[in-house]
């Protein structure tokens, strides 16, 4: 992974999420499934996917054309 995160971000709600991330070979995640939640706010569930797309991963030709990986996000309510 080449963006620096916790995997914390700050949002309209408390929760977690646990996502599993498609990323091509350029290292870009190209699409999401939601595996699990206890967020009920559709809008904070938009914007926290808005995010994790923004994320960047290592490139590399070795790797399948697309690869997975699940990961749990955190949301902390901004005040």
């Given at each position: 992974m080449l963006t620096p995160?916790?995997?914390?971000?700050?949002?309209?709600?408390?929760?977690?999420?646990?996502?599993?991330?498609?990323?091509?070979?350029?290292?870009?995640?190209?699409?999401?499934?939601?595996?699990?939640?206890?967020i009920k706010s559709t809008p904070a569930m938009y914007e926290l996917k808005k995010e994790i797309t923004k994320l960047k991963f290592e490139k590399g030709t070795y790797y399948p054309q697309s690869h997975h990986a699940q990961v749990r996000f955190t949301l902390n309510r901004a005040n």
């Amino acid at each position: 992974m080449l963006t620096p995160t916790d995997f914390k971000y700050a949002g309209r709600v408390d929760g977690f999420a646990i996502l599993e991330l498609a990323v091509d070979r350029e290292g870009n995640v190209t699409s999401t499934r939601l595996i699990e939640t206890d967020i009920k706010s559709t809008p904070a569930m938009y914007e926290l996917k808005k995010e994790i797309t923004k994320l960047k991963f290592e490139k590399g030709t070795y790797y399948p054309q697309s690869h997975h990986a699940q990961v749990r996000f955190t949301l902390n309510r901004a005040n």
